[in-house]
């Protein structure tokens, strides 16, 4: 392809037109075709957990706060091949996602569609998916940037927030992401960075995002964010979405004043080529029981038990000969936010939590079901009669397995979580039958952390397994009955309660960051009588344990390893989590960050040497009057563990660099 020659056998009216979205087709939005030049349509679809398109029986997959608590890169590339087979079979070229925004703040309604409360994990785990998706030829779009991290008032909310913290924090998940996948597109969002909006900021996009990371793909706005084209242009935009009708009249009033010049517009429309001239996408190899089956393992890997007591779980006949299960989700899940995130597969495809655990155990357990609560309803007016008769339902139960959630409308798109703790209709149920003396474990359904202080110490087990997706059915009873071992842990903090401190939502037209970088675990770290449990915490059916911990640097590296057993007596796999902190440092720092981790499989009584490698570039911290990253020179404190609270190995590494630091000026990477 010879993109000169196109551009120049373009009209000015046709590269205007280029700039923005086509006319719709087949339900799907598709940008603007040149037939004359052989420039056909390239489709595009939400969302980031599957192909939105109600009536065509698409995948539903894991929601991206389901598959982070997985900690597995090699899952979310598998993930995101399996959901390019999707768009392949459905004719789409892009899938717009995933999202790499951190969980500021509990209420989030999207909180569903992102990784994690840190960026480290954000960035890794979205740079798997955007590879395993580009590997089949279906274009990724990496979204919403930036600083999008509530949904009230997105539209016109202000982000103030120091630079530095924007760099290390809020940044940082794309940074990492784009240099480690190379999305095809990064979508602006709605909200304004210190008064500007982010579809018209220079700042973060032509001179952070383009100038300093490199990024050579096509910036395409969120549907609606754009305000001014012959700004948005300038400032590093390429492409305006949805449909501008006005486009022509207002770029050629732009180029009449000089706020736009005819470089720039064919600047925007050579990187919209790449992708319209792109190669076909792979071949349609699809086989929707295959994608089922994706959808039933990748679930299985962000489950996490968060608490086991006196062995409840797993439910095996040796332990229990009567079980009941208690509530609506049991039967009809909770798989999917809403919003631009709802994925429609047919109900057959749907598996019920309920009816897969009689598939394992029925044959061999007395298992029973009571409805009890449903998952709309928010009141327990009139509840006790139900418990009264519940508790004779389940008299001679052994164990009562709660199924539990969110109400269906409270992870979503454009409006924030009311509340951060479930539908109450369930505690009356799960404090009765605790009082009753039986095993009590509980399996929550929702798209983020929850506050669960006023119940959580009437059980025994508690699962924690998000929005799974069409397979999450099978994925929990796998885990409840011990046909899998669970080996999820927390992408983000489980507190007691509601944060005071943080500013949310503000006034409706801007919002501070006052809390500076505590943020998620690392607010925590310094008050951890708030955790109920901990970024990073998940337990297992085995047990593993860290020894021979060994540190080592050298001019550009930090290496740390050590001794990883399986002391039990099942398989499992363990994530072992790397952080490191700098006690005595010339800048504001938190306790500890998570610099590395990897997920390792191991049989019973096995045991490996792991190794975790960081790059001395990654420990810099931005300075503003320098503008440029610092790799400050000391001693670091380094922590291996299993959570970001249950470290089981500390050491010390000295970082020696130039005098009087090793500076990294704008337009050098912070990564190796």
């Known amino acids: 392809m010879d993109k000169n020659a196109l551009i120049n ?32 349509a390239k489709y595009l ?43 392949i079979h459905h004719n789409i070229d892009m899938l717009l ?35 395993g998706l580009q590997s089949r030829g279906v274009a990724a779009c990496l979204k919403h940037y930036a600083l999008n991290n509530q949904e009230k008032d997105r539209e016109y909310t202000s982000v103030e927030v120091d630079e530095r913290v924007m760099r290390e924090i809020y940044l940082k998940s794309f940074e990492i992401a784009i240099k480690k996948s190379a999305p095809v597109a990064v979508m602006c969002s709605y909200n304004k960075v210190d008064s500007v909006w982010c579809s018209e900021n220079p700042f973060l996009l032509r001179e952070i995002l383009k100038n300093e990371w490199g990024y050579r793909g096509i910036l395409m706005s969120d549907w609606g964010a ?66 089922h089956e994706v959808a039933r393992v990748a679930a299985r890997s962000g489950i996490v038990l968060l608490k086991n007591e006196r062995e409840a779980l797993p439910l095996t006949p ?131 952390a929850v506050i669960i202080e006023d119940w959580k110490n ?15 059915g099978n994925a929990i009873a796998s885990v409840l009955t011990g046909d899998f071992n669970p080996c999820g842990k927390l992408s983000e903090t489980f507190p007691t309660k509601m944060r005071t401190d943080l500013e949310y939502p503000g006034d409706g037209l801007k919002v501070t960051y006052k809390e500076g970088f505590d943020v998620g675990y690392r607010y925590y770290d310094k008050h951890p009588e708030e ?27 930090l290496n740390v390893n050590f001794k990883l057993r399986n002391s039990g007596e099942c398989d499992g796999h363990e994530v072992v989590q790397l952080y490191i902190g700098k006690d005595v440092s010339c800048v504001t720092r938190s306790l500890k960050e998570l610099r590395a981790f990897e997920k390792v499989f191991l049989k019973a009584n096995e045991e490996k040497e792991v190794s975790l490698k960081v790059d001395l ?12 990253w610092i790799t400050e020179p000391g001693i670091y404190q380094i922590y291996v563990g299993s959570s970001s609270r249950d470290i089981r190995l500390i050491g010390e590494a000295e970082i020696k660099t130039k005098p009087p630091y090793s500076v990294q000026k704008l337009g050098e990477s912070t990564m190796a």
């Open 531 to 557: 955790i109920a449990f901990p970024f990073g915490h998940g337990l297992s059916y085995t047990h593993f344990d860290y020894s021979d911990l060994q540190i080592n640097t050298n001019e550009s590296t």
């Open 45 to 87: 679809a939400d969302g980031p957990h599957g192909v939105r398109a109600e009536g065509q029986n698409c995948t539903s997959f894991p929601n991206l706060c389901c598959m982070a608590s997985s900690w597995d890169r090699d899952m979310l590339y598998k993930m995101g091949v399996s959901l390019a087979d999707d768009c």
């Open 458 to 472: 009437k059980t025994h087990a508690i699962l924690q397994t998000w929005l799974g997706g069409e397979g999450a």
């Open 97 to 131: 996602g995933p999202g790499a925004n951190i969980k500021r703040h509990i209420l989030c309604g999207r909180n569903f569609e992102y990784f994690s409360e840190d960026p480290v994990l954000s960035g890794e785990l979205a740079a798997g998916y955007i590879n």
């Open 617 to 628: 570039c990654d420990l810099a911290y931005y300075n503003r009057s320098l503008h440029g």
């Open 226 to 291: 754009v305000h001014d084209i012959t700004k948005a242009l300038p400032a590093g935009l390429d492409m305006q979405m949805p449909r501008n009708r006005n486009i022509v009249a207002q770029l050629t009033e732009g180029l009449k004043n000089g706020s736009v010049t005819e470089e720039q517009i064919d600047g925007a429309v050579c990187r919209i080529l790449d992708f319209a001239c792109s190669p076909d996408t792979a071949e349609n190899c699809y086989d929707r029981q295959k994608q």
């Open 318 to 448: 040796k332990k229990y000969s009567k079980i009941t299960i208690v509530g609506e989700y049991a039967k009809n899940p909770l798989i999917c936010g809403q919003g631009s995130a709802e994925v429609y597969p047919d109900s057959e495809y749907v598996d019920s939590p309920y009816a897969e655990i009689e598939k394992m155990l029925g044959d061999v357990v007395t298992l029973d079901y009571y409805e009890g609560y449903k998952k709309r309803e928010f009141s327990d007016k009139m509840l006790w009669p139900t418990v009264k008769d519940f508790a004779s339902h389940i008299e001679k139960s052994d164990a009562v397995v709660f199924f539990v959630g969110s109400m269906e409308s409270e992870d979503t798109e454009k409006y924030d979580r009311r509340t951060a703790e479930l539908n109450p209709n369930f505690e009356l149920f799960i404090k009765k039958a605790y009082d009753m003396g039986k095993k009590v474990i509980a399996v929550i359904q929702s798209g983020g």
């Open 9 to 40: 056998s373009m009209t000015l009216e046709e590269k205007m037109l280029f700039l923005t979205q086509g006319e719709k087709a087949s339900g799907y939005e598709r940008t603007f075709a040149i037939p004359r030049l052989g420039i056909g």
